[in-house]
């Protein structure tokens, strides 16, 4: 967690040696004019001068602070991507482009399916907003995606259903690599990432597993597992929440990185290309794949 520090309103008047630290309160604007007086008022004056409008103007607002600073490769190879929020923005940019270029070959025709990707709000910090996996407006759109059919339409097409829920897992990082599993140690470059727990805090079931490994092996994706040490609690993703809501059929799987949540996190570049195949296969081969699994219906 970073804490963002905005000014210490002496600043000026200690580097010109006009004033000492007890002129804190001399240099802080005495009057708040905006209709929130929860907020710092250099804070507001900073705004209204942005913002080219008057305090009492503002009624309130959220603050959200990012790193301002594009993206970039980086390595001696070049072979690493540095970026704020890659957790989860790799695996959206990966299903979009797999969606997109799934489109545009013979399959779409076919297809018994419907080809959807859902990018959600708030899944850090929990999902329990209005439009987070854990409300009911996945159900909502899924329903009327299959209005118009029979009056079960839609209880009947989930068990024909499979959700991959795509969000980035912790590659070994080379000063704690006893942290991990002897047999479980997510690396670099090696392929996207099944996550498994038994404690379901991933939603990854042997039935899961097995249909997306045939599916890697269409498209020659290559695939890690990891399953976290006794000892070590790990996170959770949207994959239970919706597969409990739903009765959906699902995954979770995740790119490698390093630096997870920090303001700057680092991946490899080759999962981008890893990713989008893998997703556009998925879309592609799914309907045939699920005929070809013992028990997949």
Do not use: W
Not at 12 to 24: G, K, P, R, T
Not at 55 to 83: K, N
Not at 125 to 149: F, N, Y
Not at 184 to 194: E, M, Q, S
């Amino acid at each position: 967690m970073t804490t963002p520090i905005l000014s210490t309103c002496v600043y000026e008047s200690l580097v010109n040696n006009s004033a000492n630290e007890d002129d804190i309160s001399d240099k802080e604007p005495k009057e708040k004019k905006c209709r929130s007086n929860s907020h710092q008022s250099t804070l507001i004056t900073l705004l209204t001068e942005e913002l080219k409008c008057e305090q009492e103007q503002i009624m309130d607002f959220d603050l959200h602070l990012a790193d301002s600073q594009p993206a970039t490769f980086g390595g001696a190879l070049e072979e690493f991507i540095f970026s704020p929020r890659l957790d989860n923005q790799v695996s959206c940019f990966c299903a979009l482009q797999g969606l997109i270029q799934s489109l545009e070959g013979p399959s779409l025709a076919s297809d018994p399916n419907i080809r959807i990707i859902t990018l959600y709000d708030n899944e850090e910090v929990g999902s329990g907003s209005a439009q987070g996996a854990e409300s009911m407006l996945t159900e909502h759109i899924l329903r009327r995606l299959s209005a118009g059919g029979t009056a079960t339409s839609f209880e009947e097409a989930i068990p024909k259903s499979f959700l991959l829920s795509a969000d980035q897992a912790h590659a070994v990082h080379p000063n704690y690599s006893e942290k991990h599993e002897e047999n479980h140690k997510p690396a670099l470059h090696k392929g996207p990432v099944i996550k498994i727990n038994s404690n379901q805090r991933y939603a990854t079931t042997a039935l899961s597993s097995s249909i997306l490994r045939v599916i890697a092996e269409k498209s020659e994706v290559p695939l890690q597992e990891v399953c976290v040490r006794n000892d070590s609690p790990c996170g959770t993703t949207i994959g239970p929440i919706l597969s409990a809501k739903l009765g959906l059929l699902t995954l979770d799987l995740g790119g490698p990185q390093l630096a997870m949540h920090s303001i700057r996190e680092m991946c490899c570049s080759s999962i981008v290309h890893q990713e989008t195949l893998l997703f556009k296969s998925f879309f592609e081969t799914l309907p045939t794949v699920l005929d070809s699994v013992v028990g997949a219906d």
